[in-house]
């Protein structure tokens, strides 16, 4: 059974969704950019709806709405003062963008609705709460795939990135170049929000990145013991949530991941 069907296909996506959002949650908690992180979530919730408002696949939408505010906010982040340990967009800026963002959302979910297609509001709770037993396998191959090719771009940059996470204009002065690492940082970001987003949901998607992560920032400071800690809670707490939602049905499985990552978070409180 853990091999196969719709519990395979959750495990499969799951593990490789947690691993990605695990080590790239560390990086977004270094960089102060959880605003970001979550801003990022919701735009898939945008992107879907107008995806599916044009009858096009809902992954297209989520993936090139995600993937495109994710450049905006480089865009308007590299117009900042390079000392901020981001090298991005402020807070301000973002929330003017996820208030355009989520109005945006609206407007399409009125017209997919009027249009017919959404009456049910189906396609509207599958993307805010995300439906991880629902995928199929073929869908949950392409997940684990993009959560492996995520990693590895990610592991490309790491070391520059980290050094530009710490002191951005020392390694400026280096030669690193911050604001494209930032940039393509971003557009990681995006990718990954997008693909976890079928896993947890939009709404929920913010508890993987920031929980797991901060806990390992709260546990250790050497950043490969965190990215690894960081990671080992996400994979937690994804297996607990699955396993959970499995055994309680009326249990939805994306809020028992999230369930499990604020307990373990809240669990380093304690520590």
Same mark, same amino acid.
């Given at each position: 059974?853990?091999?196969?069907?719709?519990?395979?296909? @959750?495990?499969?996506?799951?593990?490789?969704?947690?691993?990605?959002?695990?080590?790239?949650?560390?990086?977004?908690?270094?960089?102060?950019?959880?605003?970001?992180?979550?801003?990022?979530?919701?735009?898939?919730? +945008?992107? @879907?709806?107008?995806? @599916?408002?044009?009858?096009?696949?809902?992954?297209?939408?989520?993936?090139?709405?995600?993937?495109?505010?994710?450049?905006?906010?480089?865009?308007?982040?590299?117009?900042?003062?390079?000392?901020?340990?981001?090298?991005?967009?402020?807070?301000?800026?973002?929330?003017?963008?996820?208030?355009?963002?989520?109005?945006?959302?609206?407007?399409?979910?009125?017209?997919?609705? +009027?249009?017919?297609?959404?009456?049910?509001? +189906?396609?509207?709770?599958?993307?805010?709460?995300?439906?991880?037993?629902?995928?199929? %396998?073929?869908?949950?191959?392409?997940?684990?795939?993009?959560?492996?090719?995520?990693?590895?771009?990610?592991?490309?940059?790491?070391?520059?990135?980290?050094?530009?996470?710490?002191?951005?204009?020392? %390694?400026? %002065?280096?030669?690193?170049?911050?604001?494209?690492?930032?940039? %393509?940082?971003?557009?990681?970001?995006?990718?990954?929000?997008?693909?976890?987003?079928?896993?947890?949901?939009?709404?929920?998607?913010?508890?993987?990145?920031?929980?797991?992560?901060?806990?390992?920032?709260?546990? +250790?400071?050497?950043?490969?013991?965190? &990215?690894?800690?960081?990671?080992?809670?996400?994979?937690?707490?994804?297996?607990?949530?699955?396993?959970?939602?499995?055994?309680?049905?009326?249990?939805?499985?994306?809020?028992?991941?999230? &369930?499990?990552?604020?307990?373990?978070?809240?669990?380093?409180?304690?520590?």
């Amino acid at each position: 059974m853990l091999f196969g069907g719709f519990l395979g296909n @959750a495990l499969l996506a799951g593990s490789g969704i947690a691993i990605a959002c695990g080590l790239i949650g560390w990086f977004v908690v270094l960089r102060q950019q959880v605003f970001a992180g979550d801003a990022l979530s919701h735009v898939a919730f +945008t992107g @879907a709806l107008a995806a @599916a408002a044009a009858g096009l696949d809902l992954r297209l939408g989520l993936f090139l709405a995600t993937i495109l505010v994710a450049l905006l906010l480089a865009i308007v982040g590299g117009s900042r003062r390079l000392s901020s340990v981001a090298a991005g967009a402020d807070d301000v800026t973002i929330g003017v963008i996820f208030a355009w963002v989520l109005g945006l959302g609206v407007f399409f979910l009125d017209l997919f609705n +009027t249009g017919g297609g959404g009456a049910d509001g +189906t396609i509207a709770a599958r993307t805010l709460f995300g439906s991880i037993f629902g995928l199929s %396998a073929g869908q949950a191959q392409l997940a684990a795939l993009l959560a492996v090719g995520s990693v590895l771009a990610l592991a490309a940059i790491g070391r520059p990135l980290l050094f530009a996470s710490i002191d951005a204009p020392l %390694a400026a %002065a280096g030669g690193v170049p911050v604001r494209a690492l930032g940039l %393509a940082f971003l557009v990681l970001l995006g990718v990954v929000a997008a693909e976890a987003t079928q896993a947890v949901g939009a709404l929920l998607l913010l508890g993987l990145l920031a929980a797991p992560a901060g806990a390992a920032h709260r546990l +250790t400071a050497n950043p490969y013991r965190g &990215m690894a800690l960081a990671v080992a809670i996400a994979l937690a707490s994804m297996w607990a949530g699955i396993a959970l939602g499995y055994w309680i049905p009326v249990l939805p499985p994306g809020s028992a991941v999230i &369930m499990v990552a604020v307990l373990c978070y809240a669990l380093t409180i304690v520590i």
